[in-house]
């Protein structure tokens, strides 16, 4: 079936560089979405890597590699507004477009 | 202002009584979907819609049912609410998919659902 992984949990120091990795198992795909969810809130968008390469938007990149199946995101400059849970999700060609979602990855940052 | 709204927020039922969680968007969106999130299991999508009157089954669909009469409103309904399903239940919406163009899901607030 398909699946993506995260990493439960990343801890980062305020003003440093994060990466949050995404691997997945799918038979095939469209491209793979980025989202941020704070305690309490809804998850809004990020980023989407349609292609392989690398999207900037900000402070915040993502990074697609469908040969090795593999994505992430990166964060620059962190602040404690990014401490946050953040969410890859994929929108699957096999099940008639169904959004397939990665755990998540908490993101703890320290002063 | 373009948003995706839930009613109610907070709702506090006992097992077996049939409720309605209600969701509306105003993008015009063709595509909407429902999720419920548990601690640490992310999002777990219930059912999906393509369009009105198409409608098909997430991941974990059991319990709940849904129905697309019309574009901008897809409600949840637990016809007989069990503890199990006390959780945080989200919906979305967006524009249709189409290959590799992006499309953005919007969310709804949340609803906190709790079964005694």
């Known amino acids: 079936g398909q699946s993506l992984e995260q990493p439960s949990e990343v801890t980062a120091v305020e003003g440093a560089i994060v990466q949050i990795n995404c691997t997945y198992q799918?038979?095939?795909?469209?491209?793979l979405s980025w989202y941020q969810q704070h305690d309490g809130g809804a998850p809004t968008f990020l980023s989407y890597?349609?292609l392989d390469g690398l999207e900037e938007t900000g402070r915040f990149s993502s990074f697609l590699s469908r040969s090795d199946s593999y994505g992430y995101l990166l964060l620059q400059e962190l602040q404690m507004k990014d401490s946050a849970s953040y969410f890859c999700?994929?929108?699957?060609?096999?099940?008639?477009?169904?959004?397939?979602w990665g755990a998540g990855t908490k993101l703890i940052i320290k002063p | 202002e373009a948003q995706v709204t839930q009613n109610p927020r907070y709702l506090i039922t006992v097992t077996g009584k049939k409720l309605t969680v209600t969701c509306s968007q105003n993008?015009?969106?063709?595509?909407m979907s429902w999720y419920r999130q548990d601690p640490g299991l992310g999002l777990r999508q219930i059912y999906y819609?393509?369009?009105?009157?198409?409608?098909d089954k997430g991941d974990v669909p059991e319990g709940y049912k849904v129905s697309r009469k019309e574009k901008r409103n897809f409600p949840l309904i637990l016809e007989s609410p069990s503890p199990n399903q006390t959780s945080l239940y989200f919906c979305?919406?967006?524009?249709?998919?189409?290959?590799?163009?992006?499309?953005?899901?919007?969310f709804g607030p949340g609803t906190r659902l709790l079964v005694l």
């Open positions: 979305a919406s967006s524009s249709k998919p189409q290959g590799l163009r992006r499309e953005t899901q919007y």
């Open positions: 993008m015009n969106h063709e595509y």
């Open positions: 819609s393509m369009n009105v009157e198409v409608t």
């Open positions: 799918t038979s095939g795909f469209y491209g």
């Open positions: 890597n349609a």
């Open positions: 999700a994929v929108r699957d060609r096999q099940s008639n477009y169904q959004l397939i």
